[in-house]
């Protein structure tokens, strides 16, 4: 189940909304949500969620063992149940995602017949696990206490809203909230509005820029030339970007409605000036994620020079893999990770002389190239079509608009997608927040937005659910 889907809104949310605020307390508005959360990640795939219980059951075992070795000062211990709590975490992940992966590329170098395992990758995973991680590496660090409370625990991992596309919610950040939280009546308006903007996000600009991407990148077409590449791989950095941090409005939203407040994932990153700040804008539960766990117990940039870059590979190469399970996700990752030592090493005071203009331009073109590595779909694919980027070629645009026209008219999109990429609503709502003309007229498009949105699902079939591979 996805939000931006008609079941989902009227369906799952309306009967949940009801029957959330009809319990008398906190406790059983948890019973409820954790319910709900439950039958949202079973939707698709019910057996998924067994494995979800064991992983959930194996994290509180480990968690209760980490404060008994922490209580009882039991330090050697303490560092076994910690590392093979954290292998087993892995180990799943490892076994679910990136399985196949193994063995295809073990049977390519070997020249073996490895059977394929085929097992079904459960949605979210990588969301889910790196939380659970999150939350037992801070508890061996002695940063957060341990939570007693299975059901408590089992609703910080399987809480529906940022399940499946994030943000990335540490323990550390909301287990006050999971027994002690209130959804204030400006809570709850101004997490629906929040739902609402990330909705429009979503349907209105993601979904229609997807058919243009869809078209170029799924269907071999006679007549693809260098402009139409170009246009194509521009539409596919604001679908994902959109389609994203649409879904992450949708859940700090929904988080909202119901007390939790999710920390922002993603700050207008196609205005970044550099990669090191399109890093520090976009996917910020991911980013900060690596950071902390990762690159600063590498030693961050606190080593040698040799070792610093070592770090940032490292980092960059996990990236790569945590969005995917094939060589074009390793090659992603690396890609900004050797962007990021050049610019650190040598462009960036460069990037803070030119002109900003200039910057931004490197940047986003920067950005949208590595969208293409990110959104090909083999090798072939993506070494074709960088070429197209490189060496011109023309479009044929009469017969690619004559066979092509309803799909490609969506290209208009891209212009309120362009504008909506800066933070011009920010700015004017913070401007004018206390105006009741203001207020009255902000409310009245967002109504229009969830009535379009509306009317286009109900038309329209077509909902890409862009996370499936994470």
């Given amino acids: 189940m996805v939000y931006s889907s008609l079941t989902f809104l009227f369906g799952f949310l309306s009967i949940l909304l009801i029957l959330y ?117 801070d508890l061996y660090r002695g940063k957060i206490a341990v939570q007693k409370n299975f059901l408590l625990l089992w609703l910080y991992i399987s809480l529906f809203p940022q399940l499946i596309a994030g943000p990335i919610v540490r323990y550390e950040d909301i287990y006050k909230e999971l027994t002690l939280r209130h959804s204030s009546f400006d809570d709850i308006v101004d997490g629906s509005k929040r739902f609402i903007i990330g909705l429009a996000k979503k349907v209105i600009i993601a979904n229609q820029l997807a058919m243009i991407v869809d078209l170029v990148f799924d269907n071999n077409l006679p007549n693809l030339g260098t402009s139409l590449m170009w246009i194509t791989i521009f539409c596919y950095t604001f679908q994902i970007y959109f389609d994203f941090s649409g879904y992450s409005d949708m859940a700090i939203g929904l988080g909202r409605i119901f007390g939790f407040h999710f920390l922002e994932n993603f700050n207008y ?33 606190r080593v040698s020079t040799i070792k610093w870059v070592r770090n940032i590979l490292i980092v960059w190469l996990l990236t790569g893999l945590w969005h995917g399970a094939s060589w074009n996700f390793v090659i992603w990752g690396l890609y900004f990770g050797i962007l990021l030592i050049i610019e650190k090493l040598f462009l960036q005071k460069w990037l803070k002389k030119v002109p900003v203009f200039i910057a931004w331009a490197y940047t986003l073109v920067i950005v949208t190239i590595s969208f293409l590595i990110f959104r090909a779909n083999n090798f072939s694919q993506l070494s074709n079509f960088a070429r197209l980027l490189i060496c011109y070629q023309p479009t044929n645009w009469l017969l690619f608009l004559q066979d092509h026209l309803m799909v490609f008219k969506n290209i208009i999109i ?47 079939g077509y909902n890409p659910f862009i996370y499936f591979r994470f």
């Fill in 21 to 137: 605020f009809l319990m008398p307390n906190i406790k059983l508005k948890n019973i409820v949500l954790l319910i709900f959360s439950i039958v949202f990640y079973a939707w698709g795939e019910p057996k998924c969620i067994l494995l979800m219980i064991l992983i959930t059951i194996i994290t509180y075992i480990s968690g209760l063992a980490i404060a008994f070795c922490i209580k009882k000062e039991k330090t050697r211990l303490k560092k076994i149940t910690f590392v093979l709590s954290i292998m087993i975490i892995l180990l799943n992940l490892i076994i679910f995602k990136y399985a196949n992966f193994l063995v295809e590329n073990i049977n390519n170098i070997f020249d073996s017949n490895m059977q394929m395992l085929n097992l079904v990758m459960p949605i979210g995973i990588s969301f889910y696990t790196f939380q659970i991680l999150s939350y037992l590496i």
């Fill in 269 to 301: 990153p196609l205005t970044a000036k550099s990669i090191t700040d399109f890093w520090h804008r976009w996917h910020i539960s991911l980013s900060s994620w690596f950071k902390d766990y990762v690159y600063i117990p590498l030693g961050g940039n």
């Fill in 414 to 460: 891209i212009l309120p997608a362009f504008i909506l990429a800066f933070p011009i609503y920010k700015y004017t709502n913070d401007k004018y927040q206390n105006s009741l003309i203001y207020t009255l007229l902000e409310d009245v498009i967002i109504f229009g937005l969830f009535i379009i949105c509306i009317a286009i699902l109900t038309n329209n």
